[in-house]
T-cell receptor
Framework: AQSVTQLGSHVSVSEGALVLLRCNYS??????LFWYVQYPNQGLQLLLK??????LVKGINGFEAEFKKSETSFHLTKPSAHMSDAAEYFC???????????FGTGTQLKVEL | EPEVTQTPSHQVTQMGQEVILRCVPI?????FYWYRQILGQKVEFLVS????????KSEIFDDQFSVERPDGSNFTLKIRSTKLEDSAMYFC?????????????FGQGTRLTVV
């Protein structure tokens, strides 16, 4: 069965520092991979997704993620954190054979002055 | 910008009661979904719905649960005889096509508390 693991349920960074949120997947076939963000009292919003092609994917708000098949990873990064980035981030995977996403447990990002 | 709307934002119900969670998907979308997140756990797939029928459901989605698109705009999740372990955040989502072809839009969630 496919699973998605997010290391670190809480990550805290200083404003202006690098953001790195980790996501690993387990799948016998390369999945389609997604990062969603949830701001307080809002729905899940798609940040970026990888389906095929270029392994470095750029998303909204300056975020990007790189698909590394050899490491079964899809880590989310942003060079310089902003206070407005404080939110919960979810990694998710889809391998077909159905119509559902498998989510990780989420990572709460805190940005401090 | 189009959005998925869920009501209510928070629902408290007594164990054994029935609840209906409501969602208004984006108007031109064809696929609809319910997910839930128990506090501290993963977001879990419950059910997908297409062409007025369930296209896929998880093992969580047993006879206690049902979905309906009663009027062409709303998409509802009914939970009969709620249990304490049904307490969770329930997310509705919709998409034009399947996940890998298009973006799925999520609502803000309904927090269900069973007491």
């Amino acid at each position: 069965a496919q699973s998605v693991t997010q290391l670190g349920s809480h990550v805290s960074v200083s404003e202006g520092a690098l953001v790195l949120l980790r996501c690993n997947y387990s799948s016998s076939v390369p999945p389609y991979l997604f990062w969603y963000v949830q701001y307080p009292n809002q729905g899940l919003q798609l940040l970026l997704k990888y389906t095929t092609g270029a392994t470095l994917v750029k998303g909204i708000n300056g975020f990007e993620a790189e698909f590394k098949k050899s490491e079964t990873s899809f880590h989310l990064t942003k060079p310089s954190a902003h206070m407005s980035d404080a939110a919960e981030y979810f990694c998710a995977a889809f391998t077909g054979g159905g119509n559902k996403l498998t989510f990780g447990t989420g990572t709460q990002l805190k940005v401090e002055l | 910008e189009p959005e998925v709307t869920q009501t209510p934002s928070h629902q408290v119900t007594q164990m054994g009661q029935e609840v209906i969670l409501r969602c208004v998907p984006i108007s031109n979308h064809l696929y609809f979904y319910w997910y839930r997140q128990i506090l501290g756990q993963k977001v879990e797939f419950l059910v997908s719905f297409y062409n007025n029928e369930i296209s896929e459901k998880s093992e969580i989605f047993d006879d206690q649960f049902s979905v309906e698109r009663p009027d062409g705009s709303n998409f509802t999740l009914k939970i009969r005889s709620t249990k304490l372990e049904d307490s969770a955040m329930y997310f509705c989502a919709s998409s034009e096509s399947m996940w890998f072809n298009t973006e799925a839009f999520f609502g803000q969630g309904t927090r269900l508390t069973v007491v």
